[in-house]
């Protein structure tokens, strides 16, 4: 279900405009408008789920084609074979800033350990 003040519930309901890289049916894949490494593409359920900490059992399947989707995307933007970092943040303390679960796949650079 779509929640209307979500600004990724918008995107998926063509309100705001995105570079969709790929469209896996119940999620879609995106170019994040503020990137944070040379490849930075968001990849969200077409469904709103608040957070990782809102994933239920039934939801392992999609959960599994998005981390499938993520591997894919990093070999289509050609930074798999170097390197990619594929991140899920869940709540304020950890650097959430949109509650709509997402993954964000970087690649182009390479990372820094401890990340934040």
């Known amino acids: 279900m779509a929640n209307a003040q979500c600004i990724f519930c918008r995107i998926i309901g063509g309100e705001i405009p995105a570079d969709v890289v790929h469209d896996g049916g119940a999620f879609v894949a995106f170019r994040d ?4 490494a ?5 990849i969200i359920p077409r ?4 957070s990782l ?3 239920e059992s039934k ?3 999609l959960m599994g084609r998005m981390l499938l989707a993520a591997r894919a995307i990093a070999e289509q933007e050609g930074v798999a074979e170097a390197g ?3 991140v899920v943040n869940t709540g304020w303390n950890g650097g ?3 509650d709509h679960m997402h993954f964000h ?5 390479p990372m820094q350990w401890p990340p934040g």
Do not use: E, F, M, T
Request: charged share 25%; proline share 7%; no cysteine.
């Open 33 to 36: 408008i503020a990137p944070k």
């Open 38 to 42: 040379p490849v930075h593409i968001l």
């Open 47 to 50: 469904r709103h789920i608040a």
């Open 53 to 55: 900490n809102d994933v």
């Open 59 to 61: 939801d392992g399947d």
């Open 84 to 86: 990619y970092r594929v």
């Open 96 to 98: 959430q800033s949109v």
């Open 105 to 109: 796949v970087l690649g182009g650079r």
